[in-house]
């Protein structure tokens, strides 16, 4: 089943597509019982019956849903209907970072905090023991605030959380040894 604008997933009235990459299309669409804008990434029909790619797509899901952090698209949860499987999320309004870098050189005292945001994100994700692996300016959106929002965790791998109680490198004692 191909998603059209006019068409619906469940609960989810799709409105138009918004993008396309090698893991997914993303739509937006109206959550009519919550009456809110949402995304809706799916597997194009080629990787639909694919058991690599929804496993994948899976996977993805249980990352994002692993995370909490305001640089990191919400998930909303997952929707099945009709053969068609598809992440529900936060709808990020804003360019890409592609596009803003497309524009021509970001101005330091602008580029700082984006860069401070994507890697605030990036420690909430290793710190809950997932990799992105995926980090390009695509997949970074700038909301017209400025808030920076990392998406497409959908090559993202998981490793073991870091421990609290484990010291961090960054914060153990420099051992010296005297001058001689």
């Known amino acids: ?4 604008p006019g ?7 799709v409105t138009a597509q918004i993008g ?10 109206h959550d009519t019982d919550l009456n809110r804008d949402v995304a809706l990434k799916v597997l194009p029909d080629a990787f639909a019956s694919d058991p690599d ?3 994948r797509f899976t996977r993805e899901a249980h990352a994002l849903a692993a995370l909490n952090h305001t640089n990191i698209a919400h998930i909303h949860g997952l929707e099945e209907s009709s053969g068609v499987r598809a992440l529900v999320m936060e709808l990020v ?3 890409t970072l592609a596009d803003r870098i497309a524009q021509g050189p970001i101005p330091i005292d602008e580029a ?3 860069a401070r945001q994507i890697a605030e994100a990036l420690e909430a994700a290793h710190e809950q023991g997932i990799v992105h ?10 909301r017209p605030d400025g808030t920076v929002k990392v998406l497409d965790f959908g090559l993202a791998k998981a490793t073991e959380p870091v421990v609290a109680s484990t010291p961090s490198m960054s914060r153990s004692p420099t051992i010296t040894t005297p001058a001689m």
């Open 93 to 95: 309004e804003g360019p």
């Open 7 to 13: 068409s619906r997933l469940g609960i989810y009235e």
């Open 1 to 4: 089943m191909a998603l059209t």
């Open 20 to 29: 396309e990459g090698g893991m997914g299309q993303v739509f937006r669409a």
């Open 53 to 55: 790619r929804l496993a």
């Open 112 to 114: 700082l905090p984006i």
């Open 133 to 142: 692996r995926d980090l390009k300016p695509a997949n970074i959106k700038v």
